[in-house]
């Protein structure tokens, strides 16, 4: 099959990834880079050997390109996407899909409209650990999977991130950061959610930065740094999903857990694209780990990106969809919505559980 060509837009520390891990990928091809920082995609292409280095609009306008990979800041994720689908390229772009569920919603719509793909990480999910237990819930391993815990706990971003107040900012904090890649675990795993409530708190108005080169600079906090989110799945199974930046003493509890009528797993970090899985069975004393049954169980990303490819040659639907995206956008908005307002929040944009991977089996 002909190699389907990449543009990248967004030549920041994110993109060295796709570009050394694409090279492996006979289906796909980069071609070529923009960046608001010309000197930045040029270094970049010269160290990767891509072809071409052009201006945002010259890449949008090239007949060459087949997919936008978008690699930019969230905050014009919406901007480029929309840009890129008006230009008659699919997308792919890293976390989350947009900043707003509006623009959101119009990315979704405009690709159906324009019968072109969006593809969004994470691709973390598309991994040897997560797709070994959604082989093993698949397989009938724990019997009807009935509940769910999941944990991202740390002490916050500025004792080590060189610039971390963004991530405070409004539109930010542990659940956008972070929860991208639980909830489009739990949805690859247990299917589309349908509900969820949530109690969301600022625990520390400041906060002080300790990392270089902004040491002993304050933070003034935007967006909620706790959150506590209920998960209804319309299965029936339910959920507890945690994130924070308020843990200072460290935690011990599990990333993710599953419960079901004949056992449990416990699932790795959703973050890495590999294991250890571990099974306890009913009335086994102990869990026990799981050889890992997939591909793909190292530094991977782009993954989703070679699967958005190779479903366009296929003519089948890709697994790090856009409606999926979405769908994990509007259930992070709807936990602080939730709590602000005291309520459940019913979920109105649906997804499809992504169809599993091919194992090594």
Known sequence: MQK???GIIGCGNISDAYLVNCVHYEELEIVALADLNGELA????????VEKVLTTEQLLADPDIDIVLNLTIPQVHATVSLAALDAG???YSEKPLAVTVEDGQRIVAKARELGLRVGVAPDTVLGAGIQTCRK?????AIGQPIAANAFMLSGGPESWHP?????YAKGAGPMFDMGPYYLSAFITLLGPI???????????PERKITSEPQYGEMIQVETPTHINGIIDFESGATATLVTSFDVKGGSSLPNIEIYGSEGSIIVPDPN????PVKLRKAGSEQFE????????????RGIGLLDMAKAIQENRPHRASGELALQVLEIMHGFHIASAESRHYKVEYNCERPTAMLSNN
């Open 89 to 91: 390229k699919h997308v």
């Open 272 to 275: 890495t694209f590999s294991g």
């Open 289 to 300: 780990e799981v050889e890992l049954t997939h591909p793909y169980g190292g530094n991977d």
């Open 42 to 49: 040029q270094t970049k292409a010269d160290k990767y050997n």
């Open 136 to 140: 093993l819930i698949d397989d009938g």
């Open 163 to 167: 610039n971390p107040s963004f991530l």
């Open 194 to 204: 349908t509900r969820v409530t949530g109690s969301a708190v600022i625990s520390y």
């Open 4 to 6: 389907v060509r990449v």
